[in-house]
């Protein structure tokens, strides 16, 4: 375990010294942070607080916390499939896979940074809400927001992993990608519930984790709601984590094998 | 350990892209494959620095990077350091590689950032991290730079490190796949006096080098394999390839008054005056004897005043072997 962690700090810490030499993109990005929060904020405004579906939930908090997951969700998908194209062309994915880390282990913790920079996002997103803009947060149950982010990033991470083995696999994936974007932000009560849409395709948002991720989350945060009053939910995206971790590993191991076979691993 | 690396029968195939089209039109249709390596032979010795000589395309890094455990072969075993390469988890821990590719370093971070990052993947004990990487640069001669960004090092430099990186968990085999490629001569030269001199006479690493440049092969390895088309074609000492395939031996003669026909029987291979000497290379092939040669010379008016056996060159023999290459393929 101490193994693990080691060389994933030794990847946060390589990422972190290479954003931190570009200062000013990194002073850029957090105020852009910031804007966005405003540009949410106000378009929130035209939005009906009795619209179906927002359980009482102001929209500018619904909205934000959406718009915030779903960003974590998007690095989560594409982040270990850029990570390993980036590494391809800088020459160094060649002298990480010839050390003793494991290929699978490479790949995961290539893109810790990117998932830490994404919680990140998510702080100064809730951050400069309740101060510049009066959010009021609610958390009664710190146990039950904890579990959502976790389940929340496990089961993105089994995604991202998925959709990195499709693309190690078939060496195409931006469609995959773009279609688990779009669906998620269609489906999933990203920026608008699924209650608005036809009865007819509503169903689709019972399958992907990011409608319980957001049900817990916005609940847990926004509302007020302890442990037992979203144990449903919490059960809900338990399952679909766990059958979608053990797949992304599966999904990659094989990749990572036929990639070997064909060497396409280390090919740019 | 007699053999530190040891291939049998290793074959391997990759198949050719195909457009989108094909892949449309044709998606039950199999690629059509490139063959890399067909059945390669490979006994490298502990301690040994073993040259890997051949074109471009010839193989050479599809099999450095088999036994470097980033492909796969199709066929065929590779055994490195008492380990397959299929069980990549005991061979990692006993081979570092150094490739051609200068770019393989993060370009914004420090030289010793970029030692300090690569010490954990490899394994390096936390407490050891830093006192190894002092140690290293300053054998790489790289300490005045650790602290300046990558992308100023020099060609030569970065090199260095990159050998540095390799040797960061003390693995007894280095692979090293064309490392002076980019380099002028003049770091060439230094980094194979430490290839040499370093990492074989002090280390006593076993080095597998693969590398198209001659000179460096005559100068560094021990014992070498011309690689051609994914095929052994000849193994053995530096002075046994050299002679390979020469059925004759050479001597130079340096001659006043030379004619052309005065030496009789024998092949007169090249002839210039320099100075107003004549410097012959004539071929003793058969049963042609040094004795005959100089008696036919002398008989003819000629005064010789130097004689001395032409060494047959590397570069020759490596030409010999693409000839017989192209004439098999024309026929």
């Known amino acids: 375990m101490k193994r693990f962690f080691t060389k994933i700090w030794a990847f946060l810490y390589r990422d972190l010294l290479t954003d931190l030499s570009y200062r000013f993109a990194f002073v850029l990005q957090l105020f852009g942070m910031v804007f966005a929060v405003a540009v949410f904020y106000f378009a929130s405004r035209m939005i009906d607080p009795k619209t179906a579906g927002l359980d009482g939930i102001e929209p500018f908090p619904w909205i934000l916390v959406g718009i915030a997951f779903q960003l974590y969700f998007a690095t989560a998908l594409y982040s270990f499939s850029e990570k390993v194209r980036s590494e391809q062309v800088l020459g160094t994915l060649e002298a990480m896979l010839v050390s003793p880390t494991p290929t699978s282990m490479v790949i995961f913790s290539s893109a810790a940074w990117d998932f830490t920079w994404g919680a990140l996002r998510l702080v100064v997103y809730l951050l400069a809400a309740v101060f510049l803009f009066g959010v009021k947060l609610h958390v009664t149950s710190p146990l039950a927001l904890m579990l959502g982010i976790v389940l929340t990033l496990l089961s993105s991470a089994g995604i991202g992993l998925l959709s990195a083995s499709f693309i190690l696999y078939f060496k195409r994936g931006d469609p995959v990608n773009f279609i688990l974007t779009m669906g998620t932000t269609f489906f999933g009560n990203v ?3 699924a209650k608005v ?44 984590t766990a059958v979608l971790v053990p797949l992304g590993l599966f999904a990659s191991r094989i990749a990572i094998q036929k990639a070997k076979r064909e060497g396409s691993l280390v090919q740019y | 350990m007699e053999y530190a690396i040891e291939g049998f029968r290793l074959e391997k195939s990759f198949a050719k892209k195909r457009s989108l089209k094909e892949i449309v039109t044709k998606p039950f ?16 010795r502990t301690g040994e620095i073993f040259g890997l000589l051949g074109p471009n395309g010839a193989g050479k890094t599809t099999l450095v990077k088999i036994l470097s455990c980033l492909v796969l072969p199709d066929r065929g075993r590779a055994v490195v350091g008492g380990e397959d390469v299929r069980r990549e988890n005991r061979v990692k821990p006993n081979i570092g590689l150094v490739h051609s590719d200068e770019r393989s370093f993060y ?61 960061l968990h003390d693995p007894p085999i280095l692979l090293m796949d064309e490392p002076t490629r980019s380099l002028d001569p003049a770091s060439s030269l230094s980094l194979r006096e430490f290839i040499r001199d370093e ?9 597998l080098l693969a590398t198209h440049n001659l000179r460096e092969a005559e100068m560094l390895c021990d014992r070498l394999a011309i690689l051609v088309k994914g095929t052994v074609r000849q193994v053995g000492t530096v002075g046994e ?8 031996r050479q001597v130079r003669l340096e001659v006043s008054n030379w004619r052309d026909g005065i030496a009789g029987p024998f092949r007169v291979v090249s002839a210039e005056k320099l100075d107003g000497i004549h410097r012959a290379v004539v071929a003793l092939d058969g049963d042609g004897r040094l004795n005959d040669l100089l ?37």
């Open chain 2, 29 to 44: 249709v199999p690629a059509e494959r490139i063959e890399a390596l067909r059945g390669v032979d490979l006994h490298v």
């Open chain 2, 107 to 167: 370009w914004r971070l420090s030289g010793r950032d970029n030692l300090r990052f690569f010490a954990r993947l490899y394994d390096v004990p936390g407490p050891r991290i830093e006192s190894r990487i002092d140690e290293l640069l300053e054998r790489v001669e790289l300490s005045h730079a650790a602290g300046q960004r990558f992308s100023g090092y020099s060609s030569g430099m970065k090199q260095r490190l990159a050998v540095a990186r390799a040797l």
């Open chain 1, 197 to 240: 849409l036809p009865a007819s395709v509503r169903g689709v948002s019972a399958w992907l984790p990011m409608t319980w991720s957001l049900k817990v989350v916005r609940g847990s945060l926004l509302q007020g709601a302890d442990l037992s009053a979203l144990q449903g939910e919490i059960l809900r995206l338990a399952v679909l």
């Open chain 1, 191 to 193: 920026i608008f519930p």
């Open chain 2, 295 to 331: 008696a036919a010379v002398m008989a003819a008016g000629c005064v010789v005043h130097a004689c001395d056996r032409v060494e047959p060159d590397l570069e020759e023999a490596f030409a010999r072997l693409m000839r017989e290459e192209s004439a098999k393929g024309a026929a």
């Open chain 2, 199 to 207: 990492l074989k006479g002090r280390l006593g690493k076993t080095i």
């Open chain 2, 241 to 248: 390839v050299r002679r390979w395939g020469m059925d004759e």
